[in-house]
């Protein structure tokens, strides 16, 4: 069932996100079915909209070592009160969805998000996606690959729409899962090593060809879109040359990108979604969803 409600600012401060005193709370449809998985599992999605219609929209692919986590952790209620909509995605556990399911879900939601814009009012015609750490490692991939015949799959009742989007916004990022645990720490070891094992069903030297295909910076090519990266100088669990190799990947090809080191930061947390990187992000999603 769609349900609609105002979410009050009691909840998104429990969110670890800031509304403005004065900004109206965004209207949200919660649990808004958008495919069924290929394990038969009912897919959801919930959606904020400012309070003026037409929106841009931002797809929002929640973190958890590509196993935990849910569509309640959407950090975007400074952008959204800028003007912009957010659907927020749950998605398979890597468990029940490995690489590239959790991909082939994503790339469902966002041809379902542009099939039903005119249902619920926002503007679809050119999307951002945006995600943090292994979340924001899946929507550099869906971001990278329009068109992959390998990462488009089959999923959803709208396959006639595009899953092109026209912007990313990557929080610590892993982009490289073939020099990601060359690059940990012993402690980032610890949590990386199983996560994305589980992810691709092996280690990657064991599966080279998937981890590549899995690795966005082997995807990218002068066709992609804009990229703003953000990543912590002291990240112990995500090693920041993930986004350093990123960036240098979109580089090589002449691409936009802009690169935000958070200096003191490390996975997460408040400074990502300072006034300050509230403000860039907002600017680079102008630019490119107007």
Do not use: C
């Amino acid at each position: 069932m769609i349900r609609s409600k105002l979410l009050p600012a009691s909840v998104l401060t429990l969110l670890g996100v800031w509304p403005a005193v004065t900004a109206a709370a965004p209207a949200v449809h919660a649990d808004i079915p958008y495919a069924t998985s290929g394990t038969g599992d009912t897919l959801r999605l919930d959606l904020y909209l400012p309070e003026a219609g037409g929106a841009p929209l931002i797809v929002w692919v929640h973190g958890g070592a590509w196993e935990n986590g849910n569509k309640s952790a959407m950090p975007l209620a400074p952008i959204i009160e800028r003007g912009f909509a957010v659907a927020s995605l749950d998605f398979s556990p890597a468990s029940k969805a490995r690489f590239p399911g959790q991909v082939h879900e994503i790339k469902a939601a966002i041809r379902f998000l542009r099939a039903e814009a005119a249902r619920y009012g926002y503007e679809a015609e050119r999307i951002a996606i945006a995600g943090a750490s292994s979340g924001a490692h899946l929507a550099a991939v869906v971001g990278t690959s329009n068109g992959h015949p390998e990462l488009e799959g089959t999923l959803g009742d709208h396959r006639g729409e595009s899953s092109e989007v026209h912007a990313i916004l990557s929080y610590f990022a892993a982009t490289n899962l073939t020099t990601i645990f060359a690059q940990s720490t012993p402690f980032g070891l610890n949590i990386r090593e199983p996560a994305v094992t589980r992810l691709l069903g092996a280690a990657p030297k064991d599966a080279d060809a998937l981890a590549r295909l899995a690795s966005p910076v082997f995807q990218v090519d002068p066709n992609d879109p804009p990229l703003l990266l953000l990543h912590g100088d002291q990240d112990p669990q995500m090693p920041i040359n993930q986004s350093h190799e990123l960036e240098g990947a979109y580089e090589r090809e002449g691409l936009e990108v802009d690169f935000i080191v958070v200096h003191g930061a490390a996975h997460g947390g408040d400074a990502f979604y300072s006034p300050a990187n509230v403000e860039k992000a907002t600017t680079f999603l102008q630019k490119h969803l107007h």
